[in-house]
């Protein structure tokens, strides 16, 4: 996973299920789970070789996550009109 391009995370738009967190001062890679509204922040699954453990999970919030995460870049397909 290390040559996997990530960026900043600059809006809530970009944090979807299933996208690949990392920290920007640790190499450790977490899955994003669905967003909690009860409380008001995203789930954050441990990802080992591709790996996602369901067992252990972390509660994270938005502003946590634009500040000290970085998530991986996907290209987008432009379509010609």
Do not use: W
């Amino acid at each position: 996973m290390k040559n996997n391009n990530f960026e900043s995370i600059f809006d809530a738009y970009q944090l979807v299920s299933g996208a690949k967190i990392k920290g920007k001062k640790h190499d450790e890679i977490f899955e994003l789970g669905a967003y909690d509204a009860l409380k008001r922040g995203y789930v954050l699954y441990p990802l080992e070789h591709g790996i996602k453990f369901d067992d252990f999970s972390v509660m994270i919030s938005e502003k946590e996550l634009k500040t000290n995460f970085l998530i991986e870049a996907v290209k987008q397909n432009a379509i010609a009109a």
